[in-house]
């Protein structure tokens, strides 16, 4: 269910601001393939300068965004990982996941963790892009989460929304790996990522494009809790009935009740 919703969301926004569906469609006197409301939002026309649906603008990603990057507090020092109840992400937590949406992290910092990170706790809704060894691991964090120097971190407090900037990422990830530099590993650097060009939308087709996309992200992010649930069930259960410690009907009832 969740690669269909996904694949749904990443499709808007392929059709609308990167096809350019709409505007084009218009041009060439096709009909409508939108509810009136949100046809009437896209331009009927190209720029002819900029190639872009007539009014929307070409701007530079990290104008729109906040990008920051991690890092990794001494691995001796016990104070910054012991007992720890922050998250603390690297890439290989994303590279687990099979929807884009962290809700975990095999490891946690404490308070003095995370305070040797610039960054710090990122807030929820965080974007985060793995940027390097390999590039283009991407999630959105569903908890406070620190990182490492293996990713860009993308805050959205401006104009772009994160389930805009998320997909934006899907669409751009192979521009990204061909302007990535590295003579170890490919790597792409927070500075040459801020100047990536990004597409800027009217405001009433950005808004239109939240207000479909958000409710199947997070029905993602519902299925992705759920997943988990049923999955800690499993686990705690199925040992059981194997070793015979618990009969089936028992079993039945512990799953009923979650505990």
């Known amino acids: ?3 269909t919703l996904e694949a749904m969301a990443r499709a808007f926004f392929r059709d609308w ?11 060439a006197g096709r009909d409508p393939y939108l509810a009136p409301d949100l046809w009437a939002l896209f331009p009927d026309t190209l720029d002819a300068e900029t190639g ?14 906040e990008a920051v990057g991690g890092g990794t ?3 001796k020092e016990p104070a910054f990982w012991d007992g720890g109840g922050h998250h603390w992400a690297t890439p290989k937590d994303l590279s687990k996941l099979s929807s884009p949406v962290l809700l975990d992290t095999d490891r946690k910092i404490t308070d003095a963790g995370a305070r040797k990170i610039s960054s710090g706790l ?6 985060l892009l793995s940027s390097r060894a390999p590039i283009g691991y991407l999630a959105i964090t569903e908890v406070p989460t620190a990182v490492n120097q293996g990713f860009i971190a993308i805050v959205c407090r401006k104009r772009l929304s994160n389930v805009f900037v ?3 990422c899907h669409e751009t990830l192979d521009y990204m790996k061909s302007i990535s530099g590295g003579s170890t590993f490919a790597e792409i650097s927070k500075r040459i990522f801020r100047q990536i060009p990004v597409v800027m939308p009217s405001g009433q087709a950005l808004g239109a494009y939240e207000g479909l996309v958000r409710p199947l992200y997070d029905r993602i992010v519902a299925n992705a809790r759920e997943s988990r649930t049923l999955a800690a069930i499993r686990d705690l259960l199925l040992p059981r009935l194997m070793s015979g410690e618990i009969r089936l009907r028992e079993a039945e009832k512990t799953a009923e009740s979650g505990t």
């Open 17 to 27: 601001f990167v096809d350019f569906g709409p505007t084009r469609a218009k041009m």
């Open 122 to 127: 990122l807030p929820v809704g965080t974007v």
């Open 166 to 168: 998320l997909f934006w």
């Open 73 to 75: 507090p001494s691995t």
């Open 52 to 65: 872009l649906p007539k009014g929307w603008e070409l701007s530079q990603i990290g104008e729109e965004i």
């Open 1 to 3: 269910m969740n690669e």
